[in-house]
């Protein structure tokens, strides 16, 4: 898989069948197909964007998208001192492929499972900053990017992990009521 991926975390326990026996029929009614793989992990193509508030996205362009559970969350890496409690269970949303419509349909698909499951959203790196490939890791860079989150309503947190060497990085994790307004402004992009 090539494109855009988040994380949806929970603070309480639910198993992957549970999650599924919840997002599935919802899936549904604007997807098809929505089926299991062999590893357990659900596959599926958007049909109907309008069902996730998109009037003016065509699915039919968009790639085919991904939930599977996170077996690496909570991670021993990973810095949860931002949360009462560290998260106990992670799935993973994903794109099959990258592209504007993929990422704003990953975003409100995001969006709106974390709604339903009350989770919330890890973004897989730090929003608003070039890419790592870029090797463009400065201040100026830093400060922008965490003045652009800055500005949006809702609750984000940095989440430091550990990159190896003794290096450490972090990424955003948010709220729904930040995702929703991300995904409004006008540089949104997820993190491929």
Not at 24 to 42: H, I, K, M, N, R
Not at 114 to 127: I, K, N, S, Y
Not at 182 to 188: G, I, M, R, S
């Amino acid at each position: 898989m090539s494109g855009p991926a988040v994380g949806l975390w929970l603070f309480e326990p639910r198993g992957f069948e549970n999650i599924l026996t919840d997002v599935v029929p919802w899936l549904q009614t604007f997807c098809e197909p929505v089926e299991t793989e062999a590893g357990g992990d659900l596959s599926f193509r958007v049909r109907n964007a309008s069902h996730l508030g998109l009037q003016n996205v065509d699915p039919a362009g968009a790639c085919g998208f991904f939930l599977s559970e996170d077996e690496c969350l909570p991670a021993d890496d990973e810095d949860y001192s931002a949360f009462p409690v560290p998260p106990v269970q992670g799935l993973i949303l994903c794109a099959g492929c990258s592209g504007p419509e993929n990422h704003l349909l990953l975003g409100h698909l995001a969006l709106g499972m974390a709604r339903r499951l009350g989770t919330l959203v890890d973004f897989d790196g730090v929003l608003g900053y070039p890419a790592p490939r870029d090797e463009t890791r400065d201040e100026a860079d830093l400060a922008t990017a965490r003045t652009l989150v800055a500005s949006l309503p809702g609750t984000v947190a940095e989440v430091s992990y550990d990159m190896g060497g003794g290096d450490r990085w972090f990424r955003h994790v948010g709220d729904t009521e930040f995702l929703a307004a991300w995904l409004q402004h006008p540089e949104f992009h997820l993190i491929k």
